[in-house]
DNA sequence: TGTCTATCTGAACGTATGTTCAATTCAACC
DNA sequence: GGTTGAATTGAACATACGTTCAGATAGACA
């Protein structure tokens, strides 16, 4: 019978992932060794694979994770356009200053995916970007946003409000409200019509 | 006396450099053996010292290099705050296009920077980001631009203007004035005063 | 109390790492 | 044609890597 309490499974499985979630945003995929990542857990290197198959998966599970946890955590709010945008900008916000190592490593890392690893994160980020080109489409159809490519648009909006992540710290000179307004703003703005 | 014709150190060197932004930009710094650089070159390990004092220098130099090349190559133009804010973002979509993989090294390889080369390059960086700031700063006082925070703006502009090259592919539905003409036509509605 | 088994250890595997350096090569000069 | 010295080799150094697995450990059940 599987140990209840004073089992570790439960345990050991959680710490193991958060660990592989610090290490693999503070110092890199390929620099973060499995021992360093059982120190952290407080367990031998070899206790790791009770827990994941490999590293790779490791790094996988991470970004699958996360991009479908964003994918789940919005859908398009009813309402015009203009609602439906300022909902996708300020949701975006919030999403990602909540899990900034998550954001880094699901951008940084990709390269360290293996190729059918690659394929699964691509279309789950392709996903996310049509969900935002569908609004901006909808916007132009009806004369609210004027946009010379839906497409362009899409990547030039998420690139701007992924950057916060990069230079926003909590306690800094504004807060995570001002700085939704701000950029809500200059996204509404970048896409007006006229 | 030293080797003129058939000398190698000249085509060594510069050929270390280019094989090294090319295998950390595809690879990783971390992932990419001086073992590979060398075979890249079509030289043994060894040889690589004769041209840095380590692999660390290797990288500190490519970025270091971009940045200042960045910062001598554009200066704000005469004119007012709004001709300054386009040959900035004009600029700076060009002189990244031409080097995505310097430019992907710039952002991705920060981390691998020991403390005092992150020091450098760190500056260099907020030099460049000063001067965008300051033509927001100077339309912002003469009223040609409306924005809550000169140095969010800043940030959200570059975000923004330098994700351009995680999409743009030569040869694609758009060319590169087209895309610089779009990125110039939502950054100047983004801060526009109206 | 004794048995069971999930959990974990610790050593081992082959391979790779950044860097150093004595020895070698070979084109250019005297 | 012999000498010079810059350019390069190739082996060696200590250390680290991801992964495997036989064996030890210890809590839960009978």
């Known amino acids: 019978m599987a140990r209840k309490t004073g ?11 958060d660990a592989a979630l610090r290490l693999f945003a503070r110092d890199g995929f390929a620099a ?3 021992r360093r990542i059982a120190a952290e857990v407080g367990v031998q290197a070899g206790a790791l694979y009770l827990y994941t198959p490999d590293k790779q998966t490791l790094l996988f599970d991470l970004m699958r994770g996360h991009l ?9 709010p009813a309402g015009g356009p203009l609602a439906q945008l300022e909902g996708f900008a300020r ?3 919030q ?18 995916l ?20 569908d609004v901006l489409k909808a916007g132009v159809a009806v004369g609210v946003f ?8 899409t990547m030039a909006i998420i690139a701007m409000l ?33």
Do not use: C
């Open 95 to 112: 999403f990602h200053l909540d899990r900034p190592e998550l954001v880094f490593i699901a951008y940084m890392e990709l390269r360290n």
């Open 114 to 133: 293996e190729p059918q690893n690659f394929t699964v994160i691509e279309a789950l980020r392709r996903e996310y970007e049509t969900r935002l080109e």
């Open 7 to 17: 089992s570790h499974a439960d345990i050991t499985g959680p710490k193991v992932r």
């Open 146 to 153: 004027a946009v010379p490519d839906t497409k362009l648009a």
């Open 91 to 93: 949701h975006h916000i």
């Open 68 to 76: 479908e946890e964003l994918l789940a955590d919005w859908q398009p």
């Open 32 to 34: 973060t060794s499995m």
């Open 162 to 194: 992924t950057g916060v992540t990069t230079w926003f710290r909590d306690g800094g000179r504004l807060d995570r409200t001002a700085v939704e307004g701000i950029y809500w703003d200059m996204v509404r703005k970048a896409v007006a019509a006229r």
